[in-house]
């Protein structure tokens, strides 16, 4: 496409800019710190594609309000890539780009600084697809190797042992309790709760919304491996100071794309190791949503699978209704069908380990 004369004499990081400050005062959920060091990310990519890093050689420089339906359609197919590996990323990835490239064209339509978004201009059969609203999980030989990976001795000669001893310990955590991403990653050293052998040690998980701090008892497998990671992390000049049980490698918290991309290496290495394709999404998510259906599975009531995973009532394990047998997936079915939307009540102890 050859270089046009826009009508907007805003720069593309200046309308970029201006839409984050547009969402912190008028979203209902403005966007973190963290969240806008993302969408960053994402605009630099979509800069570099318009600025005529397409293809082998560099092509004619793309002015951010010029473009076209077509020019987002080869961006999303072949624009963008992996940081890590360069190779063509997730159809979820790509949606994720996509929306965020709606939402800043949007707003600068809104703005009237262009007549028309063309990222929303785009024929439906060429948009990424929308997500299976459904829940995503693990086959069972998968999970089996997870398990027996997570087993497995770490080399004591293998460089930053430190970070492999923290990421087992952290994905025996996820494995065993199935905490949301955003609870993982926030969880402080006091919140390991470790009697010393005289009874089961625990994990207090504070909920993300309404619920209650809850405490989840954890094996023994798990309580060694928090052990050494802190015996581990006590010694390191990084993650000594830091309250944050599972701290990066600065001390500070996981990025949500650092605990991905942690979780998505391990899956891929298990899925490779029993020969299955991986399924469309790798995160903590898919961990989460399997342990859930496992303990639906086993005959764990769901009211002690709604308590153990931080949820309000049965209505949030809906989205795994269709990976359940007829028996628990009907009990289910009853549960959300109730008008009210009242909280199910914890007992006054740990809740049961896996």
Known sequence: MPAMTSISNLSADEIFEQWLRHCAVSDRRPISEEDADAYRYIWSTWKRFLDGERGQGSEPPVHWADVTPPFVVTFIQSGIRSRKTGEVVSAITKRRYWRVLVRVYDHAVDKGVIPENPVSSVADRDKPPIENPLGAILSPRVWDRCIQMLDEPIDPEIAQREIAVR??????????LGLTPAELRGLLVHAFVDKAGQQDASIKVDGESYTRVRELL????TRLGIVEWLRVKATSPVHAASEILFSGKTGKVLTDEQLLNLVRS?????????GEAPPLRLGPQIVRNTLLVRLLREGVHQDEVVLRAGLKNAKGLLHLREHLPEGPRLKLAGATKRKDD???EPEVRPLLRA
Request: glycine fraction near 0%.
């Open 167 to 176: 990421n087992r310990a952290l994905l025996r955590v996820l494995f065993e």
């Open 218 to 221: 954890i094996s023994e497998h």
């Open 266 to 274: 391990f899956l891929l290495k298990a899925c490779a190791s029993v």
């Open 342 to 344: 009242e909280p199910v």
